[in-house]
């Protein structure tokens, strides 16, 4: 039973470009969650993505964007790269919604933006 | 919007010291979750508490939820080299489905 999957584990980029980060969640859960993480920081919320819809979103420009696929895989794209972008990004999924869902998270995409 | 606050940010501890770390939000929550992170890792779920004033112990760690719900404490009796990393509290408010982290407390154990 495989858990939730990330790709590329690392990623180096110059500002201004563009990147798309992906998830695959744990099988049998259908909701992804997206949260940066900044070394030293606790994860922030990204958005959450659920029925292929962003159900919820934090605090994060549009630059920060999604998509849910019908296999309940999931991708963030990041527009307009800016140094301050350079952080882990965690893939978190859960069953269905529900605020006492605990949440299975990937290993991480650690992005560099030169 | 709800803010969820830790300290002590790192704690260096000799191993067989005890340890906390404490957890405050600035809303009232559904539901407390721990995490842990070791090094180069990513989070871990530990333990969800739901009701005001629950108590759980998981072998040498017991996890508290406050009575008003606003706030939780995470103690190790007797650290381990194995209990070095993160731990993060996180927690949902009453509304929408967005987990909260804390900032997290950084344990250092010295053998």
């Known amino acids: 039973d495989a858990g939730v999957t990330q790709s590329p584990t690392h990623l180096i980029k110059t500002r201004g470009q563009q990147v798309t980060l992906r998830c695959s969640p744990k099988s049998g859960h259908d909701t992804v969650s997206w949260y940066q993480q900044a070394l030293g920081q606790g994860p922030q919320f990204i958005f959450q993505?659920?029925?292929?819809?962003?159900?919820q979103r934090g605090n994060f420009p549009d630059r920060f964007s999604g998509h849910q696929f019908p296999n309940y895989s999931s991708e963030l794209n990041v527009n307009a790269l800016l140094l301050g972008d350079s952080a882990l990004y965690l893939c978190a999924s859960s069953m269905a919604s529900g605020p006492n869902e605990k949440l299975f998270f990937g290993s991480g995409t650690q992005l560099s933006v030169l | 919007g709800q803010q969820v606050m830790q300290i002590p940010q790192y704690q260096h501890v000799q191993e067989g010291e005890d340890f906390t770390t404490y957890c405050n939000s600035s809303?009232?929550?559904?539901?407390i979750q721990w995490y842990k992170q070791r090094p180069g890792g990513h989070p871990v779920f530990l333990i969800q508490l739901v009701k005001s004033g629950e108590v759980k112990k998981q072998k040498r760690l017991t996890f508290q939820f406050g009575e008003a719900k606003k706030n939780s404490s995470l103690h190790i009796t007797a650290t381990q080299t194995t209990d070095v990393g993160t731990y993060f509290c996180?927690?949902?408010?009453?509304?929408?489905?967005?987990?909260?982290f804390g900032g997290g407390t950084r344990l250092m154990v010295k053998p």
């Open positions: 996180a927690g949902y408010g009453n509304a929408g489905n967005m987990l909260t």
């Open positions: 993505y659920y029925e292929e819809e962003e159900r």
């Open positions: 809303t009232t929550l559904s539901n």
